[in-house]
């Protein structure tokens, strides 16, 4: 079992950076990917990064390649999300997953709470 907890999101400006943060508390933090999904408003949740177990192999969407950066810390049971030159249409709630390395929604087993992210133009 794992208990994930995401921080680190507020108002920003385009252009502007977040560090998003997402805590985990279980044993068995070190067995799976972590993942970053977000949903914008008015639509449904969509794939950012992943990352594998051990954060040798990273993954990102098309839309935020280049300007975000997962990264975690296993002794910490943390994963992080670098967000730089935002644009408004980053807005949205960003949600921590724990599961199975890659993009899809349904092969992740835990969620955190989401953090909101507001970018203002």
């Known amino acids: 079992q794992v208990q994930l907890e995401e921080s680190g999101g507020g108002l920003v400006q385009a252009g502007g950076s977040l560090r998003l943060s997402c805590a985990a508390s279980?044993?068995?933090?070190?067995?799976?990917?972590m993942g970053w999904f977000r949903q914008p408003p008015g639509k449904e949740r969509e794939f950012v990064a992943t990352?594998?177990?051990?954060?040798?192999?990273?993954y990102y969407a098309d839309s935020v390649k280049g300007r975000f950066t997962i990264s975690r810390d296993n002794a910490k049971k943390a994963v992080y999300l670098q967000i730089d030159s935002l644009k408004p249409e980053d807005t949205a709630v960003y949600y921590c997953?724990?599961?199975?390395?890659?993009?899809?929604?349904?092969?992740?087993?835990?969620w955190g709470q989401g953090t909101q992210v507001t970018v203002s133009s």
């Open positions: 279980g044993r068995t933090f070190n067995n799976y990917a």
């Open positions: 990352i594998s177990w051990n954060g040798g192999s990273t």
């Open positions: 997953a724990a599961g199975i390395y890659g993009r899809r929604e349904r092969t992740y087993d835990y």
